[in-house]
Nanobody, 126 residues
């Protein structure tokens, strides 16, 4: 059983919004930085956003004005808020566990993450 399960994806029109959730079981999110990645059709998986244990967020430049990341440690759940969606945001979105400790200058990289969820599909129609 995967410790991380994503949900909240779906089909949405361009300009719309979604909230993705990543629920953890047997894995205390409060002990780690957490991240979201995505893989678009025909492309490699890419970093989207991450959040440290203290709540500092790191967001990819391509989505920084539209996506926000948050966490609710009491619910052991990570969120990704997607706004002003575009067709190019169509992808499978994955959450993953990051390092325990990061600095303000952290530049999240995929090899630092593990315990990947199965992903949730986001499709944006233009």
């Amino acid at each position: 059983q995967l410790p991380l399960v994503e949900s909240g994806g779906g089909l949405v029109q361009a300009g719309g919004s979604l909230r993705l959730s990543c629920a953890a079981s047997g894995l205390p999110l409060s002990s780690y930085a957490m991240g979201w990645f995505r893989r678009a059709p025909g492309k490699e998986r890419e970093f989207v956003a991450a959040i440290s244990r203290s709540g500092m967020s790191y967001v990819a430049y391509s989505v920084k004005d539209r996506f926000t990341i948050s966490r609710d440690d009491a619910k052991n759940t990570l969120y990704l808020h997607l706004n002003s969606l575009k067709a190019e945001d169509t992808a499978v979105y994955y959450c993953a566990k990051g390092p325990a400790d990061v600095t303000a200058r952290w530049a999240p990289r995929e090899p630092e993450f593990g315990s990947w969820g199965q992903g949730t599909q986001v499709t944006v129609s233009s």
